[in-house]
Antibody, heavy 116, light 106 residues
Framework: EVQLVESGGVLVQPGRSMKLSCAASGFTFSSFPMAWVRQAPTKGLEWVATISTSGGSTYYRDSVKGRFTISRDNAKSTLYLQMDSLRSEDTATYYC?????????WGQGTLVTVSS | DIQMTQSPPSLSASLGDKVTITCQASQNINKYIAWYQQKPGKAPRLLIRYTSTLESGTPSRFSGSGSGRDYSFSISNVESEDIASYYCLQYVNLRTFGGGTKLELK
């Protein structure tokens, strides 16, 4: 059974940094491109970033370029999202998902709150 | 970047009704559209990929169609378990979700 378990979501002040993790199991992690998708409270879904199987290619939405970094450790079957210079508008539940075109498998999400 | 305009934002239906949601892309997306269902507090669930291909486990009352820039998603014979929010996603160039449609019971 495919499992994606996010962690690391907390309350953080504007301008600070934090790192999310997503532990994968039940499939060959290194064979799947992976992505982060977020959802602000009571709002819609928003793609954040995607990483290729090797980690050699990464893609970001404009609003997080230069502030967020997606990475992966295939040996540990873990996906990461380093988030710097956080803003209040980054407040959201962050989901880890497989990205084989459409997002097929999802984690349960982790809540990031950016507030002073 | 490709924009996805989804309508309506909300929809009220009776059990047994047929409902239709549309998504219009800002450019041709060559049928690379997927549809998701999301219930409160839960992760989204992929229902349909590549315009009309149902995922394993998706009931046959769900369907999708379209081409070029214009796509639709329908639920025939709405059931109580279908009450949720629905989103389209283009995946031909990066990824863009539509704004979502909240389906409620009349």
């Amino acid at each position: 059974e495919v499992q994606l378990v996010e962690s690391g979501g907390v309350l953080v002040q504007p301008g600070r940094s934090m790192k999310l993790s997503c532990a994968a199991s039940g499939f060959t992690f290194s064979s799947f491109p992976m992505a982060w998708v977020r959802q602000a409270p009571t709002k819609g879904l928003e793609w954040v970033a995607t990483i290729s199987t090797s980690g050699g290619s990464t893609y970001y939405r404009d609003s997080v370029k230069g502030r967020f970094t997606i990475s992966r450790d295939n040996a540990k079957s873990t996906l990461y999202l380093q988030m710097d210079s956080l803003r209040s508008e980054d407040t959201a539940t962050y989901y880890c998902t497989t990205d084989m075109g459409p997002f097929a498998y999802w984690g349960q999400g982790t809540l990031v709150t950016v507030s002073s | 970047d490709i924009q996805m305009t989804q309508s309506p934002p909300s929809l009220s239906a009776s059990l047994g009704d047929k409902v239709t949601i549309t998504c219009q892309a800002s450019q041709n997306i060559n049928k690379y559209i997927a549809w998701y269902q999301q219930k409160p507090g839960k992760a989204p669930r992929l229902l349909i990929r590549y315009t009309s291909t149902l995922e394993s486990g998706t009931p046959s009352r769900f369907s999708g169609s379209g081409s070029g820039r214009d796509y639709s998603f329908s639920i025939s014979n709405v059931e109580s378990e279908d009450i949720a929010s629905y989103y389209c996603l283009q995946y031909v160039n990066l990824r863009t979700f539509g704004g979502g449609t909240k389906l409620e019971l009349k």
